[in-house]
């Protein structure tokens, strides 16, 4: 195809645009609309994904060694905590610093006099790389010799990845259906393009036009239409991204839950959102306008 | 060069064929009227010739395409070599009439400057130097046939073919239209006409070709159609 055809179609693809007026508004509209939804979810779950990875960081299992053990020996146990898989690191803490550390969380500290650190075992904090696998990795910590207790809190563990993957199964079925009806709307709007030029169409095929000749200037105004979705999709995006994070943050105060829940920063998903959006307005619009045309290409 | 060879067509549902065994050849440059009855099989002649159907047996050659093995890839390919003409004349509304004209060498990738050079010739040669700028809507039925044909001539076709091309005209304008493609044949493109015109088939003195009930029955140079009635 050369390149001045090549123009001419464009051309002509966005001027199908403009000429199907109302219809293409509400083409943009409704993949505006799906893609505000779609990214809405997207939101939450990268906000939930981000809350868990924190938890995830600050995670940590405790694995008491055994009283019998002198500190030499309580420290040699190390090397086997560290080969299991899933312990992204390891902090020795001995009777002594956890008396301390102990003492510390108490502003009287008479409380503790007639207490000596015997009271206290050895103990290795572990941290974990995913959270998820918080179970088999404190089983695999009781199994190691040496170690007398392992105390994981499993519950809330499992409660976080309740969580993610119901969150990550919502917004995956609703975008998947969202992406359909988006398709249908923008296969039907460039289907009644197509339609209304039918007569052209017939001509076109009947004086040689190729199927692409044909075809260009229907995908080109199905991919117009779904690049203005996405764009107005993601800047309102942003303004309600905003408007949502600073209200929860306002309402949430500086309590515990707002310490410990603090929604990303937009400059942080812009990225990714901004891309998704226009991958699916291009898809959404190159295959909307592929589909709406085919029935006219089989003379 | 159009040939057909023992050509069989049946449509999907029907038992009777609609051709049955038709052999016809048609030598660049002639000049030739295909007649008969309505359901005679003449528009589905025309289906086969620009490759919108296909035949159940038998051969055709069109140009150089053998349309019993053409890819569908190669059909417009095919077409480039054809200029079709309908009695409805199918232009576009909303295009002027240089851009109906243009807009066939657009679509086979004429560059701009090869348009602005040839649409002003092809719209001289059929009279309508004048009428560029307007629409197809301003233009009586003969100045729209005239576009239509200046749209199938413009890509230097090897053939025209002419559906009752003087179906939705007057006497006077069909005899223009008929002049018209006398002109463009003696200029060497081999013309097809199907029509249902006796007057204009039997003034003309061409090769007249008749078909009835899907089996040609006569192919005579300087034919004369309508005896039957008569």
């Known amino acids: 195809m050369r390149i001045n055809q090549f123009g001419y179609l464009l051309k002509e693809g966005i001027k199908g645009v403009f000429s199907h007026g109302f219809r293409s508004f509400a083409s943009v509209a409704v993949i505006s609309a799906c893609l505000i939804i779609m990214g809405a979810f997207s939101m939450v779950a990268l906000n939930v994904n981000a809350f868990i990875g924190d938890m995830e960081d600050d995670s940590q299992v405790l694995a008491f060694v055994d009283d019998a053990l002198s500190e030499e020996d309580a420290r040699s146990l190390e090397g086997y905590i560290r080969s299991i898989s899933n312990v992204e690191d390891v902090a020795f803490v001995s009777r002594a610093e956890a008396m ?51 105390m994981a809190e499993t519950r809330i563990a499992r409660g976080f990845i309740a969580v993610r993957n119901v969150v990550s199964i919502v917004a995956l079925v609703l975008s998947l259906i969202l992406l359909v009806v988006s398709l249908f709307m923008m296969s039907s709007t460039v289907k009644l393009a197509a339609f209304t030029r039918r007569d052209e169409i017939a001509v076109m095929k009947m004086v040689g036009a190729s199927n692409s000749f044909i075809r260009i200037p229907f995908i080109v105004e199905g991919l117009v239409m779904g690049i203005l979705g996405a764009g107005i999709s993601f800047l309102l995006e942003w303004f309600i991204y905003n408007m949502v994070s600073s209200r929860i943050a306002l309402s949430l105060g500086s309590n515990l839950a707002g310490k410990l829940f603090t929604a990303l920063p937009f400059a942080q998903v812009m990225t990714p959102l901004l891309i998704a959006n226009m991958v699916i307005g291009i898809l959404i619009g190159a295959f909307g306008g592929a589909m709406a045309i085919r029935n006219y290409l089989k003379v | 060069m159009v040939i057909l060879k023992d050509v069989k067509v049946t449509y999907p549902g029907n038992k009777k064929p609609t051709l049955l065994d038709l052999d016809l050849t048609i030598r660049d440059g002639e000049f030739v009227f295909l007649v008969g009855p309505s359901g005679s099989g003449k528009s589905t002649i025309i289906k086969l010739l620009t490759g919108e159907i296909r035949a159940n047996g038998g051969k055709i050659k069109v140009n150089r395409f053998d349309l019993r093995t053409i890819k569908r890839h190669n059909l417009p390919k095919l077409r480039r070599t054809l200029g079709v003409i309908f009695q409805d004349f199918r232009l576009i509304d909303d295009m002027t009439v240089y851009e109906n004209v243009a807009f ?12 602005r050079k040839r649409v002003p010739y092809v719209l001289k040669l059929v009279g309508l130097e004048n009428c560029g700028s307007r629409l197809p809507r301003e233009l009586s039925g003969g100045e729209q046939q005239r576009v239509a044909i200046a749209r199938a001539l ?12 003087t179906g939705n005209l007057d006497p006077a304008k069909s005899l223009e239209i008929m002049l018209l493609l006398r002109k463009i044949n003696e200029l060497g493109t081999t013309v097809l006409v199907v029509t249902h015109e006796k007057e204009l088939v039997n003034a003309f003195g061409k090769r007249v070709v008749v078909l009835e009930n899907g089996v040609l029955i006569s192919d005579e140079e300087g034919g004369y159609f309508g005896k039957r009635d008569e």
């Open chain 1, 100 to 150: 301390e550390n102990y003492k510390a969380t108490f502003e009287d500290q008479t409380l503790f006099e007639t207490i000596d650190e015997t009271a206290f075992r050895h103990r290795y904090v572990v941290y974990l790389n995913d959270i998820t696998l918080m179970d088999s990795t404190a089983e695999a910590l009781r199994a190691v010799g040496g170690i007398a207790e392992v």
């Open chain 2, 104 to 115: 066939a060498m657009r679509v086979v990738g004429a560059s701009d400057q090869d348009i």
């Open chain 2, 154 to 165: 413009v890509n230097s076709p090897e053939t025209i073919i002419a559906d009752e091309p």
